[in-house]
């Protein structure tokens, strides 16, 4: 299928060949190429989702709701798991839940999803962009501490930014790409200035650090089951905590804020629709039951990758930081600062051979709406935003391939 030769036009030889070179350890690993992560439905999946329409309990209310919660828990430790539409909703409850409220500003990785600056903006407030570690990907914890005593100051029991007068209000965290984030460093950082830590673990399902879930470390954490995660429900997501106020808030403010009653309809506050349909916990919950062999095999597919690149000159493919166990969601390389160059040229390669690469998200304060938006200095975010190439990283591929791991 692939054809190494084909020829792209404006490319200097050298980023040829380096391509080329590239390429060929690709199609050796994932010879059908493909996109980033295809979902694997199977029979289990259509047993659920069938039994759901016969039971005609379809919408927000039913019993794979619960089921798919209860799973959630079993899962991660944490104690409640609250499911929704999606995870940008499930972003946008965790900080209304973190009390942000409008006029605050929230910390949150420049190197992010838009999901991430949007759900700050649902809530009127304003993102300030942090930066990150590469070993991570993550919030670089110790730079952070020194980045904030320099620019907060404490008024009132809260912390202010002196440059804009807002109260920064929480931080938020990103497992990104599955690899766990060194959310226990930032934990006690976030203390000194009493942030509460919302973590985004969209990404994360199966990963840990230190033996713990992603998502159970702050105050409140996020998934994201939309069709291009580790386990899909079409679209959906789950609010996690280990504090029962909240957890109660969290499903108050997710179903209209409904108050429990036979027959009479109350509301209490202004809040939202965001519970997830029994349908979709149906799809949801045979998902979740092959969670372990999905990330088995993503693991598998991560060695492949790692043994292909062990020595290859000017890349090395990611691997899970040390101490943690990360459900390689996404393989990726990272190209050494000298051959980034080389980089459009290594993805038009692989695109015109059906290897679908992708680079890292565009940095958040590069964004039109959100360049405005107070940041730190971001050499980090930026740098990985030029290096790094996001790789097929579909279950299937780990049978597929000659490189043996
Ligand atoms: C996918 C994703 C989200 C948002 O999830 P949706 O379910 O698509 O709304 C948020 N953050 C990160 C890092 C993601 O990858």
């Not at 089921?67 to 991660?76: H, P, R, S």
């Not at 097929?392 to 049978?399: K, Y």
Request: glycine share 8%.
């Amino acid at each position: 299928m692939t054809n190494p030769s084909v020829p792209v036009l404006n490319a200097s030889q050298r980023s040829l060949d380096f391509a080329r070179e590239v390429l060929e350890i690709l199609t050796a690993i994932v010879p059908s190429g493909g996109a980033l992560h295809e979902p694997e439905i199977g029979a289990r999946e259509k047993e659920y989702v069938a039994d759901c329409l016969d039971s005609g309990w379809v919408s927000s209310v039913g019993k794979y709701v619960d089921q798919f919660e209860a799973m959630l828990c079993d899962i991660t430790g944490a104690q409640y798991a609250v499911a929704t539409v999606n995870g940008t909703a499930a972003l946008h409850a965790a900080l209304l839940l973190a009390g942000v409220e409008p006029g605050d500003e929230v910390l949150t990785p420049a190197l992010g999803f838009v999901a991430q600056a949007n759900a700050i903006s649902y809530c009127g407030a304003t993102p300030h962009f942090i930066d990150v570690e590469e070993v991570t990907l993550g919030v670089d914890a110790v730079r952070l501490s020194d980045y904030l005593d320099s620019v907060l100051v404490e008024q009132n029991g809260s912390f202010v930014h002196r440059q804009s007068g807002r109260v920064v209000r929480a931080v938020m965290v990103a497992h990104i790409l599955g690899h766990p984030a060194r959310v226990d460093q930032l934990l006690d950082v976030a203390s000194k200035f009493r942030l509460p830590v919302i973590e985004d673990a969209a990404e994360s399902l199966g990963s840990e650090l230190a033996d713990r879930h992603t998502g159970t470390f702050g105050l409140v954490g996020a998934l994201s089951f939309n069709g291009n995660k580790t386990v899909t429900t079409g679209g959906g997501g789950a609010i996690l905590t280990n504090d029962s106020e909240i957890a109660a808030l969290a499903k108050h403010l997710t179903t209209t804020a409904k108050t429990q009653h036979a027959w009479e309809f109350n509301h209490d506050m202004v809040a939202f629709n965001y519970r997830m349909p029994n349908l979709n916990a149906a799809l949801g919950c045979a998902q979740l039951e092959r969670l372990p062999d999905f990330v088995e095999r993503k693991r598998t597919l991560a060695r492949k990758y790692l043994k292909g690149f062990d020595g290859v000159e000017g890349v090395n493919a990611i691997s899970e930081p040390p101490g943690a166990r990360s459900n390689y969601w996404l393989n990726a390389i990272l190209l050494e600062p000298k051959y980034e160059k080389f980089r459009d040229t290594l993805h038009r390669l692989c695109h015109d051979n059906g290897i679908m690469t992708r680079s890292a998200w565009t940095p958040l304060q590069s964004l039109p709406m959100y360049s405005d938006c107070p940041a730190m200095s971001v050499p980090v975010t930026q740098s990985l935003h030029r290096r790094l190439i996001k790789l097929p990283s579909s279950p299937r591929l780990a049978e597929s391939g000659s490189a043996g791991a």
